[in-house]
């Protein structure tokens, strides 16, 4: 079993950063062959991937609307993903999520990822 938590949400306002941590317990196994990813949503609104790393870190993937914002990383030593996020707007706002597979293919689908965690709240304030 794969348990994840989330930290570092919480509120700031347009323009501002956050830097969003999940670290991961993996017993009997190990943090570091998994995918790595973090999805949002909104209210009213589907899951969307955010950003994904590959176990090695070698591959990353960004959703178009944090292309340039965003940066996915991962210290495979501490068990734990990172999420830095900087010039935030107001459509950033979401729950965020940390999620883990094995595995690349259909990186964005939210339904190939085993593991997530319990999310942490990002306001972003105009």
């Known amino acids: 079993q794969v348990q994840l938590v989330e930290s570092g949400g919480g509120l700031v306002q347009a323009g501002g950063s956050l830097r969003l941590a999940c670290a991961a317990s993996?017993?009997?196994?190990?943090?570091?062959?998994?995918?790595m990813a973090w999805f949002r949503q909104a209210p009213g609104k589907e899951r969307e991937l955010v950003a994904a790393?590959?176990?090695?870190?070698?591959?990353?993937y960004y959703g178009d609307s944090v292309k340039g914002r965003f940066t996915i990383s991962r210290d495979n030593a501490k068990n734990t993903v990172y999420l830095q996020m900087n010039s935030l707007k107001t459509e950033d706002t979401a729950a965020y999520y940390c999620a883990g597979r094995v595995g690349w293919t259909s990186v964005t689908d939210p339904l190939q990822y085993a593991y997530w965690g319990q999310g942490t709240q990002v306001t972003v304030s105009s």
């Open positions: 790393t590959s176990w090695s870190g070698q591959d990353t």
């Open positions: 993996a017993s009997g196994r190990t943090f570091s062959r998994y995918t």
